[in-house]
């Protein structure tokens, strides 16, 4: 059980306002922030749990306000249901006795996405492949999900790729976030990795997401978001490459 001291509870607060930040002014990255920081110090199942409401109550907001929730849904449904299966498939590593494993697989997650999105890559469109790589990009998504508590590969870089307009992209990945926070949320619960005394805690961060979300999104319109996009990802580059090595 995890105890919130009160410098505990100064931390994640600060840690869901840095993480609400960073959604605001990218579109993404709660979950991503989160869960790296407060993996220096909870175990990772704990901060899993601690993600589970401002990740849920953020990316179903950016879910609902997209352009056409019925046909982005309709087009992903494989990939969705790749994300689930995958992700409750391997929620143990978190909930199991095996945290050493599941911090240094967030931190080489965390390094990798970092890595992969200063390289300034992009996968090639994959055109009619997308009828059977969108399942296999969700099931490999949430095999990492519920092994690491981060949602980002490979199903952001994908997504990227699909050639979306703005809006449907933002869409498609508050649907997958979405997908993957409840898959998370299932896979704990059926794992007894679901600690309900940090549910708590988790209502409370909803807060200082909320706020960092709003500053983000007001930051936004004042620095150029390339520029705050290379601090955050050589931040998180750094980030995981320490909790790979702790």
């Known amino acids: 059980m995890l105890e919130l001291s009160p410098a505990l509870v100064l931390f ?3 840690t869901f306002t840095l993480a609400g930040v960073v959604k605001g ?8 922030v989160s869960m790296g920081l407060l993996s220096l110090v909870a175990a990772p199942q704990d901060a899993a749990s601690l993600l589970l409401l401002p990740s849920f109550a953020t990316n179903v907001w950016q879910l609902l306000d997209g352009p056409d929730l019925f046909r982005t849904a309709r087009r992903f449904r494989l990939m969705m249901a790749g994300v689930g299966a995958g992700t409750v498939a391997t929620a143990g590593v978190l909930s199991g006795g095996t945290a050493a494993m599941a911090t240094a697989g967030l931190g080489a997650m965390l390094a990798l996405y970092a890595a992969f999105a200063l390289s300034g890559s992009a996968l090639p469109k994959p055109g009619r492949a997308e009828r059977w790589l969108s399942p296999t990009v969700g099931l490999v998504t949430g095999a990492l999900t519920g092994a690491t508590g981060v949602f980002v590969m490979p199903a952001v870089p994908y997504l990227q790729s699909l050639g979306l307009e703005k809006e449907e992209l933002i869409q498609a990945l508050g649907l ?10 299932a896979g704990l619960a059926a794992t007894g990795g679901l600690d309900v005394s940090v549910l708590g805690g988790s209502a409370l961060a909803l807060v200082p997401s909320s706020l960092g979300v709003a500053a983000g999104t007001r930051l936004r319109r004042r620095i150029a978001p390339q ?3 290379c601090v955050f990802l050589v931040g998180l580059l750094a980030l995981g490459l320490y909790l790979l090595g702790a």
């Open 25 to 32: 002014v990218t579109g993404m990255g709660l979950p991503t």
């Open 227 to 229: 520029t705050f996009r």
């Open 12 to 14: 994640v607060f600060l």
């Open 176 to 185: 997958s976030f979405t997908v993957s926070t409840v898959a998370l949320a």
